[in-house]
């Protein structure tokens, strides 16, 4: 949500809207996967 400009909740609208047909998915954040050799 932070590179596209535009209305906030227009964005998350969207992306509700993708959400519920299927086309992206919700990952969690502690699901991202990490580069070898790379820690926080």
Request: hydrophobic residues 45%.
């Amino acid at each position: 949500m932070r590179i596209v400009p535009g209305d906030r909740l227009a964005i998350m609208q969207s992306l509700f809207g993708l959400l519920c047909v299927g086309l992206i998915e919700y990952l969690p954040a502690a699901a991202t996967p990490q580069r070898p050799g790379h820690s926080r």
